[in-house]
């Protein structure tokens, strides 16, 4: 079994940055897409951005595109978000997930590991 451990959050002003880390343990996620998903109060989880396992695919919600950038390093099992110019509607709980399948389609037919979220709060 795999699991999904988000660090990083907390509370930052309009404009600030923010780098979430997401550490996997239990076995390796070579082969593995990793995503970014978030939730605001109320809302419907949506999709952030996800990450091939070779690290060269890259995919990114149309409201985070230029200002968050998503990485991993797969010789720590760990995928990052880097967030900059953040808006008070990126506040919400950000989910790291993993699953077998392309960027594009991360999530849609059923992530295979859910991370237990991390809080970000961005401040007006």
């Known amino acids: 079994q795999v699991q999904l451990v988000e660090s990083g959050g907390g509370l930052v002003q309009t404009g600030g940055s923010l780098r979430l880390s997401c550490a996997a343990s239990g076995r390796t996620l070579n082969g593995y897409t990793m995503g970014w998903f978030r939730q605001a109060p109320g809302k419907e989880r949506e999709f952030v951005a996800a990450?091939?396992?070779?690290?060269?695919?890259?995919y990114y919600a149309d409201s985070v595109e230029g200002r968050f950038t998503i990485s991993r390093d797969n010789a720590k099992n760990t995928v990052y978000l880097q967030m900059n110019s953040l808006k008070p509607e990126d506040t919400g709980v950000y989910y790291c997930a993993a699953d077998l399948s392309s960027v594009q389609t991360m999530g849609r037919y059923g992530v295979d590991y859910w991370g237990k979220g991390t809080l970000v709060t961005v401040s007006s």
């Open positions: 990450i091939g396992y070779s690290g060269r695919s890259k």
